[in-house]
């Protein structure tokens, strides 16, 4: 099973945008996912945008796909369907940290594009705020929308059955 990463960088001109939403700019004040440009890596490691240390040997492993970035929520503007397709993957198990936003964007987009999407409900996270909790709000969502919403061990054993 390949494994894809979609992954949010920020480089200094995204900091010179007219507008952006909430989240963007509470990211952008904090440097959430900020890079000095996109054909270095310096200052990757450890930085806001760099690998959670116990997912880095996994994702530097050699075969896991790192797609160009999304910049606001979803995979319109990255090469993510482009990598998918010419695969031939038409299934995609989707997972990830920001439950209500990147998450559902992704999932959103990819049933837009035709593909047959299931969620880790419990491999995604969510930010709270005061009008409430992120991740609360994507579950309901998930189940109204994805072709299947599973919890990790229900992903781990339909994973194991299909190899």
């Given at each position: 099973?390949?494994?894809?990463?979609?992954?949010?960088?920020?480089?200094?001109h995204?900091h010179?945008?007219?507008?952006?939403?909430t989240?963007?700019?509470?990211?952008h004040?904090?440097?959430?996912?900020?890079?000095?440009?996109?054909?270095?890596?310096?200052?990757?490691?450890?930085?806001?945008?760099?690998?959670m240390?116990?997912?880095?040997?996994?994702?530097?492993?050699?075969?896991?796909?790192?797609?160009?970035?999304?910049?606001?929520?979803?995979?319109?503007?990255?090469?993510?369907?482009?990598q998918?397709?010419?695969?031939?993957?038409?299934?995609?198990?989707?997972?990830?940290?920001?439950?209500?936003?990147?998450?559902?964007?992704?999932?959103?987009?990819?049933?837009?594009?035709?593909?047959e999407?299931?969620?880790?409900?419990?491999?995604?996270?969510?930010?709270?705020?005061?009008?409430?909790?992120?991740?609360?709000?994507?579950?309901i969502?998930?189940?109204?929308?994805?072709?299947?919403?599973?919890?990790?061990?229900?992903?781990?054993?339909?994973?194991?059955?299909?190899?």
């Open positions: 099973m390949q494994v894809f990463i979609s992954p949010h960088y920020y480089y200094p995204d010179a945008w007219k507008f952006e939403g989240l963007e700019k509470t990211m004040a904090m440097g959430m996912f900020d890079r000095p440009g996109p054909l270095t890596l310096d200052g990757f490691d450890g930085s806001g945008a760099d690998w240390p116990q997912y880095k040997k996994y994702i530097e492993d050699g075969e896991t796909i790192v797609c160009s970035p999304h910049k606001v929520y979803g995979p319109t503007q990255n090469d993510f369907n482009l998918l397709r010419k695969r031939g993957i038409d299934k995609v198990i989707v997972a990830g940290m920001s439950a209500n936003r990147c998450t559902h964007a992704h999932l959103y987009e990819l049933l837009e594009l035709g593909y999407v299931a969620v880790v409900r419990d491999a995604t996270a969510g930010a709270k705020v005061p009008e409430g909790d992120g991740y609360l709000a994507a579950p969502n998930f189940r109204m929308v994805a072709s299947a919403v599973w919890w990790t061990d229900d992903a781990v054993a339909r994973i194991a059955r299909s190899a």
